[in-house]
């Protein structure tokens, strides 16, 4: 092992003093410059690619909430013009006012307890 002398600028600071260090020591303290280096890149490297796969994540999710919602909305939209038409033609049909309204009044009331019942027995 070849001890190397670094002399610093004597005499420019005061306090200062002569610094020896050996080529092992320089070379194990740039070996570890490297290695936290590799490490800290490496986590870096980790991190970024978590967030970017959570970004996508999250703006998949939304897309398709936001999907699911207008297709929600479009068919609930469409389920209320059927069922009023219904009513009016079963209105149209039997002469007794009321009677198409009443009809799918208690059509819809049959399908939500219906559901109700099936909706229990899986949660039960």
Known sequence: MATVAYRGMRGILP???E???TKTEEG???WKELLLE???RSIQSFFD???KGIHQAVHAFTDNLARRMFLLLLSSLGA???LVGLAK????IYPVPGTGEMTVGALILLIALVMYAFRRDRHS
């Open 15 to 17: 306090g200062m003093e």
């Open 19 to 21: 610094k020896t260090t």
């Open 28 to 30: 194990d303290s740039r």
């Open 38 to 40: 590799t490490v800290i």
């Open 49 to 51: 690619g978590t967030m």
């Open 80 to 82: 209320v013009f059927l």
């Open 89 to 92: 033609l079963l209105s149209a």
